[in-house]
């Protein structure tokens, strides 16, 4: 079946600093990703709609300058988390439609920040 | 807006049956899904309604009530390995997903 892989899993940074999240479809092409974020004991909550070959939008009350995304090719986007803070530790999570009817999810990359 | 309900917490025993039940209230219908999500991972793909009715898959099936914005989904001879968190999510014409907060059910011995 369809893979969307997401990197890294885990990833502990410095407040201040930037981190890259990627997430790749592995054996389909997607033109749209999507982005959630979810924190302990809440659902995935939807920050950006990711679009190849154009900009993404975002999602009411999400700060596009702080999470930046680049989606530069039909298997690749990529998630930066810019001028990180503790409050922006969270669990992220890619997802990309193969077909009509199944949304595959990729890993999640458990962002905290020291 | 969107705005999906459904219970907070389950409990129920190994070997019998759990119906989680979820109402939700959206600006556009595209289809209803069903996630397991086990803590710390990913969710995984388990059911998809978008025409009323019951859809079954093996110990799992899901029922769909489009003008009562009603879904439930049913799970069957509980196993210990069924405790996670199953959460209900619409999409809409764009092919965004919104979610309810999630279901954590716990299966007992």
């Known amino acids: 079946g369809a893979v969307v892989s997401q990197h890294p899993s885990r990833v502990i940074c410095k407040s201040g600093t930037s981190v890259k999240i990627e997430c790749r479809s592995l054996d389909f092409q997607a033109t749209t990703m999507f982005w959630y974020r979810q924190f302990p004991k809440q659902s995935l909550m939807l920050m950006a709609t990711?679009?190849?070959?154009?900009?993404?939008?975002?999602e009411q009350g999400v700060e596009k300058d702080k999470f930046l995304i680049n989606h530069a090719s039909l298997t690749l986007s990529t998630l930066t988390v810019t001028s990180a803070h503790p409050e922006d530790s969270s669990f992220y999570i890619c997802?990309?439609?193969?077909?009509?009817?199944?949304?595959?999810f990729g890993q999640g990359t458990r962002l905290t920040v020291v | 807006g969107q705005n999906i309900d459904q219970p907070t917490e389950m409990t129920a025993t190994e070997g019998a049956i759990v119906q989680i039940n979820c109402t939700y209230q959206t600006s556009g219908f595209n289809g209803l899904f069903w996630y397991q999500q086990h803590a710390g991972e990913a969710p995984t793909f388990l059911s998809y309604n978008v025409l009323d009715g019951l859809e079954e898959k093996g110990r799992f099936s899901s029922f769909l009530s489009r003008s009562k914005g009603y879904s439930y989904l049913l799970l069957k001879e509980l196993q210990m390995k069924d405790s996670a968190s199953y959460l209900c999510?619409?999409?809409?014409?764009?092919?965004?997903?919104?979610f309810g907060a999630g279901t954590t059910v716990t299966v007992r011995a």
């Open positions: 997802s990309a439609w193969e077909g009509n009817t199944e949304a595959f």
């Open positions: 999510a619409v999409r809409d014409g764009d092919y965004k997903l919104s």
């Open positions: 990711s679009n190849e070959g154009s900009k993404a939008t975002y």
